[in-house]
């Protein structure tokens, strides 16, 4: 099972970016994938998950500026990132739960501490 994040960069605010997850090892339509930021000094939180059903979740943070989407067609599971704002400066990071198997609803409680496979991360830098 790998996860590869790509996408990162430096931007200036209001700007926009798309990350990419590449899974392998595994189908993206049956396991959910979510997204995770560490920004520095601070501990790693959630921002978006897709579930195996296609239901995406948001945190209220980035809700109405962030959008989750996957190809099954290439195993990838995006994140588009809009509005960007100084805070949204992170790590960010894609992983899965193997738990998360058939699970249409997991996504409704998801949580860095459940997640069992982590790819490594990429750098968001938002700044003028």
């Known amino acids: 099972v790998q996860l590869q994040a790509s996408g990162g960069g430096l931007v200036q605010p209001g700007g926009s970016l798309r990350l990419s997850c590449v899974v392998s090892?595994?189908?993206?339509?049956?396991?959910?994938i979510g997204w995770f930021r560490q920004a520095p000094g601070k501990q790693r939180e959630e921002v978006s998950c897709?579930?195996?059903?296609?239901?995406?979740v948001y945190v209220d943070s980035v809700k109405d500026r962030f959008a989750i989407s996957r190809d099954t067609a290439k195993n990838t599971v995006y994140l588009q990132l809009n509005s960007l704002k100084p805070e949204d400066t992170a790590v960010y990071y894609c992983?899965?739960?193997?738990?998360?198997?058939?699970?249409?609803?997991?996504?409704?409680?998801?949580?860095?501490?459940?997640?069992?496979?982590w790819g490594k991360g990429t750098l968001v830098t938002v700044s003028s």
């Open positions: 090892g595994f189908t993206v339509d049956y396991y959910a």
């Open positions: 992983a899965t739960d193997v738990g998360s198997y058939g699970r249409a609803d997991y996504c409704s409680s998801f949580s860095y501490y459940r997640m069992n496979f």
């Open positions: 897709i579930s195996s059903d296609g239901t995406p």
